[in-house]
Structure formats: structure tokens, C-alpha cells
């Protein structure tokens, strides 16, 4: 009696449902190392399946050469039926003085791909882990607007880490995370503001991205 209850206690295991296989995600970004290495670095963080959220750059930095690729990988991915086309599929650049940032969201929009931007760069996602702030960063002499966003980075990135910010920091998604919520209450708050003034320097879009990523450990 007792091998027979193990037995059923065995087999009702083995029926568990598997877990329903979440969506199929493309993120295409302009940045061949900061915006991967942060996808790639909260994918392996979270949990999540690199098979089913891929995440690639390797196209430039110029806006319309991710959205051209995020259409081409669509396409193909659309070869292999239902099992491998991508359900959402994103693309990840910043305003910072591309001539093509207008035409290349207007593009990515008749193709149901959505844009995940940054004004004026990506890092000022990072900036919002530390601080609240809605001052423009304008371009001065040599320096380009990017690059004050990340000098004013740089002044907490020193505090909290004891070193000069880099592109290619190694997991940077792990080492800012105790300060992820912040990140997302002060992005959200500075899109609010950017969505009511027309005034878009500096905002971003990235908490949507991660707040979604985040959310397909629950689906």
C-alpha cells in the first residue's frame, strides 16, 4: 500500500503543468556595449530565458540602422511559425543629435515596433537611480550634451562605486539594482513632466522596458 501511494504521489508530480512559455522579445539598441550589457545583465539577474528575450547591437548608433534591423529580425523571425516569431519587439537609442531621430520613430511605428528613447543618452536612466532632476543637458563647446549627462553621472557613480563611469562596466544592472524603484519613481515622474511641458531633454523611456521585462517572471 505504501509503494502504491508513492507511486501515485510520483506520477501526480510528473502531471504538474509546466509553466506557460512567456513572450518572445527583441531589443535592438544602437549602443554596442552600454544598453546590451545592461539587458543581457538584468535577463541573467531576473531569471529570464536569453532564448526568448534576445537582445542585440551590432547595427550603429544611427536610429534608422536599429529600426531597419529590428524589421529585418522581425522578418526572419517570422520563418519559423508561431515557436519563434518575436511577440514584442523593441528599440532602445537616445535623442543625442541624430538628424533622423523623427523619421526613424515615425518608421518604427508603422511596424508596430516600440521605441525605447532617451534624452539626450542612456545613461541618464542611470542618473535617475541617484537623483531626481529635470535640468537640460545642452551641448557646450566641445562637449556634447550626452557627455554632460554623464559628467553629472559620474559625480554619484564615484560616491557609490569608487571609480569613473565606463560604457562597458560590467554588470551594471546587478550594481545599480538596490536603487532600481528609485530609478523608475524619478523616470516615470520626469516623463510625466516631459509628456506635459513638450520639453523632452532630459527624460526616458527605459523604466517601461524594465518594468515589463521584469513583469514576465509572473506571466
Known amino acids: 500500500m505504501m509503494r502504491s501511494s508513492k507511486r501515485k504521489q510520483l506520477k501526480l508530480e510528473r502531471k504538474q503543468p509546466s509553466r506557460k512559455p512567456y513572450d518572445r522579445v527583441l531589443i535592438v539598441t544602437e549602443g554596442e556595449k552600454t544598453e546590451p550589457n545592461y539587458f543581457n545583465d538584468l535577463i541573467k539577474d531576473e531569471g529570464l530565458s536569453s532564448a526568448n528575450v534576445v537582445v542585440t547591437g551590432d547595427c550603429g548608433c544611427d536610429p534608422t540602422s536599429v529600426v531597419n534591423q529590428a524589421i529585418k529580425l522581425f522578418k ?115 516623463q510625466n513632466d516631459a509628456d506635459s511641458t513638450g520639453e523632452m531633454n532630459p527624460s526616458t523611456r527605459v523604466y517601461k522596458l524594465v518594468d515589463y521585462l521584469k513583469s514576465l517572471k509572473t506571466k
Open 76 to 190: 526572419e523571425s517570422k520563418k519559423g511559425g508561431s515557436s519563434t516569431i518575436y511577440n514584442r519587439v523593441f528599440c532602445v537609442f537616445d535623442r543625442d543629435g541624430h538628424a533622423n531621430f523623427d523619421s526613424a520613430i515615425n518608421k518604427a511605428s508603422s511596424n508596430n515596433i516600440e521605441i525605447i528613447c532617451s534624452y539626450p543618452c542612456f545613461e541618464y536612466w542611470y542618473l535617475c537611480h541617484f537623483e531626481y532632476t529635470r535640468k537640460g543637458f545642452q551641448k557646450t563647446g566641445n562637449q556634447s550634451s550626452a557627455e554632460n549627462c554623464i559628467k553629472e553621472l559620474n559625480i554619484h557613480w564615484n560616491n557609490n562605486f569608487k571609480k569613473k563611469y565606463g560604457k562597458s562596466d560590467a554588470q551594471p544592472y546587478v550594481k545599480l539594482k538596490t536603487k532600481l524603484n528609485n530609478a523608475i519613481n524619478n523616470a516615470k515622474k520626469a
